[in-house]
């Protein structure tokens, strides 16, 4: 796997979904990724977030919307938690 630390430039729901947020993720290059986060994070919440992207992943198109990777996030009783590095990194860097 490979596992690439972004910063998320921009995001905006995806039409006609419940669930699905279009992230632009900055990986050392722009990346369009739709991840399930609506309900979760408000768009204007995520931007400037630093997360953790499976980077490697065969594009998917969802609701129309072509995703070139996938964040990466864990569920417990309180909610939807993005994995987020202990501190500032560079985008693009290597998870190891």
């Known amino acids: 796997m490979d596992l690439r630390i972004g910063v998320i430039r921009a995001a905006e729901p995806v ?17 369009t990724v739709v991840a399930g986060l609506k309900g979760h994070y408000a ?10 992207l499976v980077a490697n992943l065969k594009p998917a198109t969802l609701m129309g919307v072509e995703s070139h990777g996938m964040v990466l996030a864990a569920t417990d009783r ?17 998870v190891k």
């Not at 039409?15 to 990346?31: A, F, H, N, Q, Y």
């Not at 768009?43 to 953790?52: C, N, P, R, V, W």
């Not at 909610?79 to 501190?87: I, K, N, R, Y």
């Open 43 to 52: 768009e204007e919440a995520l931007i400037g977030k630093e997360i953790l």
């Open 15 to 31: 039409p006609g979904s419940k669930k699905l947020i279009k992230l632009t993720v900055d990986i050392g290059e722009e990346r």
């Open 78 to 94: 309180s909610g939807l938690h993005l994995l987020v590095p202990d501190g500032e990194t560079a985008p693009g860097s290597r």
